[in-house]
């Protein structure tokens, strides 16, 4: 069910500090799903695989045609059912489908290599079962895994996956801090920030990992606060928007900033409109970042908004999804428009999918207030 705007974004839209951009409605998932992945194949055809219903993992997969607007069935690929693993896409385009929860809260070590066009899926073992885990996509077409949960403890371990072998090797080296529900992003030059997820004395430490020496170094900078179930967008500044998530008290409204060159973060001094975790952020191709739904304030979000990296603030949509979403997905499906998935209300799990189209950026944006 869609959800007023709140006074302040009323306020905000009302003043034209709000951005533009409407959500439409487009064809449903087959099975209502959260926690699953969603990979872009080619312009407006995404992979949408497995997940979780209210109670059960699913081992089902569907092909979104944005020329149809429809989702179509795939044939079953043969692996388990899961949810809240994760998915690669590599050099030769097939899909590397990674760890998983599954019943009896088994964290699976099976891995797969799916190809779209068919054929099956070549199943995999990985070193160790995960979920919550982090799979990144390195530059020479390997992929790097890191922490999760494998059913009873947050993990340190990392996995590096080679592509030319189909194997999986544990790396000597563990991350300093065990950590799930955290981010790795790839960095320019190839390294790799890993943020977030741990637990301890160490939540607020980030760590960098190095692909020539396989190990991971910590930041020289912490973050300005610990997080857990936030977003990290890569900026093409190079630079990396860390957003929102889990901390000490409850969702959080604040952002900071990654700077690769001097390894530190900064604390924006304007925070997100909305406080929230579990939500998405999708970079757009104007380097604007959108971030969409979540949890917070006591419930699930149907309220998005829009970082400006030239502005260094947020801005609230001036319309809100269709449908309170949290654990879903948003993918960039072309220059215009993104595909937004599946997750959960407050109520139930979702099929409903939506259509948000990027409004133009401003050619005077105008402020939001003092520079920081």
């Given at each position: 069910?869609?959800?007023?705007?709140?006074?302040?974004?009323?306020?905000?839209?009302?003043?034209?500090?709000?951005?533009?951009?409407?959500?439409?409605?487009?064809?449903?998932?087959?099975?209502?799903?959260?926690?699953?992945?969603?990979?872009?194949?080619?312009?407006?055809?995404?992979?949408?695989?497995?997940?979780?219903?209210?109670?059960?993992?699913?081992a089902s997969m569907e092909l979104f045609d944005a020329g149809q607007g429809k989702f179509k069935k795939l044939p079953p690929a043969g692996v388990r059912p899961r949810?809240?693993?994760?998915?690669?896409?590599?050099?030769?385009?097939?899909?590397?489908?990674?760890?998983?929860?599954?019943?009896?809260?088994?964290?699976?070590?099976?891995?797969?290599?799916?190809?779209?066009?068919?054929?099956g899926a070549v199943k995999l073992a990985m070193r160790l079962g995960r979920y919550d885990h982090t799979a990144t996509p390195l530059e020479d077409g390997s992929a790097?895994?890191?922490?999760?949960?494998?059913?009873?403890?947050?993990?340190?371990?990392?996995?590096?996956?080679?592509?030319?072998?189909?194997?999986?090797?544990?790396?000597?080296?563990?991350?300093?801090?065990?950590?799930?529900?955290?981010?790795?992003?790839?960095?320019?030059?190839?390294?790799?920030?890993?943020?977030?997820?741990?637990?301890?004395?160490?939540?607020?430490?980030?760590?960098?990992?190095?692909?020539?020496?396989?190990?991971?170094?910590?930041?020289?900078?912490?973050?300005?606060?610990?997080?857990?179930?936030?977003?990290?967008?890569?900026?093409?500044?190079?630079?990396?928007?860390?957003?929102?998530?889990?901390?000490?008290?409850?969702?959080?409204?604040?952002?900071?900033?990654?700077?690769?060159?001097?390894?530190?973060?900064?604390?924006?001094?304007?925070?997100?409109?909305?406080?929230?975790?579990?939500?998405?952020?999708?970079?757009?191709?104007?380097?604007?970042?959108?971030?969409?739904?979540?949890?917070?304030?006591?419930?699930?979000?149907?309220?998005?908004?829009?970082?400006?990296?030239?502005?260094?603030?947020?801005?609230?949509?001036?319309?809100?999804?269709?449908?309170?979403?949290?654990?879903?997905?948003?993918?960039?499906?072309?220059?215009?428009?993104?595909?937004?998935?599946?997750?959960?209300?407050?109520?139930?799990?979702?099929?409903?999918?939506?259509?948000?189209?990027?409004?133009?950026?401003?050619?005077?944006?105008?402020?939001?207030?003092?520079?920081?």
């Amino acid at each position: 069910m869609k959800k007023t705007i709140p006074a302040l974004a009323l306020a905000l839209i009302l003043s034209g500090c709000s951005d533009g951009g409407d959500f439409s409605g487009t064809g449903a998932l087959n099975k209502p799903r959260h926690g699953h992945t969603a990979t872009l194949l080619g312009p407006g055809r995404v992979l949408i695989a497995f997940g979780l219903t209210k109670t059960d993992p699913l081992a089902s997969m569907e092909l979104f045609d944005a020329g149809q607007g429809k989702f179509k069935k795939l044939p079953p690929a043969g692996v388990r059912p899961r949810g809240w693993h994760r998915a690669v896409k590599l050099a030769d385009g097939a899909i590397l489908i990674t760890g998983g929860w599954t019943h009896s809260n088994i964290a699976l070590r099976e891995a797969a290599i799916i190809r779209p066009g068919g054929g099956g899926a070549v199943k995999l073992a990985m070193r160790l079962g995960r979920y919550d885990h982090t799979a990144t996509p390195l530059e020479d077409g390997s992929a790097l895994i890191t922490g999760g949960n494998d059913g009873k403890r947050a993990l340190r371990r990392m996995e590096w996956f080679a592509p030319g072998k189909n194997t999986f090797k544990l790396l000597a080296r563990p991350m300093f801090f065990a950590r799930q529900q955290h981010t790795a992003t790839r960095l320019p030059g190839g390294r790799v920030l890993i943020a977030g997820g741990g637990r301890g004395p160490g939540a607020r430490y980030a760590e960098i990992f190095d692909p020539a020496e396989r190990r991971t170094r910590l930041a020289p900078g912490a973050m300005a606060v610990s997080r857990a179930r936030h977003t990290a967008t890569p900026l093409p500044s190079g630079h990396v928007l860390i957003a929102g998530g889990l901390g000490p008290e409850g969702a959080l409204p604040s952002a900071e900033i990654f700077d690769p060159a001097a390894a530190t973060f900064t604390l924006l001094k304007k925070q997100m409109t909305t406080p929230r975790q579990q939500h998405t952020a999708t970079l757009l191709p104007d380097g604007r970042v959108l971030i969409l739904g979540g949890w917070g304030e006591g419930n699930t979000l149907a309220s998005g908004e829009m970082y400006d990296p030239k502005l260094r603030c947020f801005v609230p949509l001036a319309s809100s999804l269709r449908y309170e979403r949290r654990l879903h997905t948003a993918t960039l499906i072309d220059e215009q428009r993104v595909l937004i998935a599946g997750g959960t209300s407050d109520r139930e799990v979702l099929a409903g999918a939506e259509i948000f189209r990027i409004p133009p950026r401003k050619k005077s944006p105008g402020k939001c207030g003092p520079a920081d």
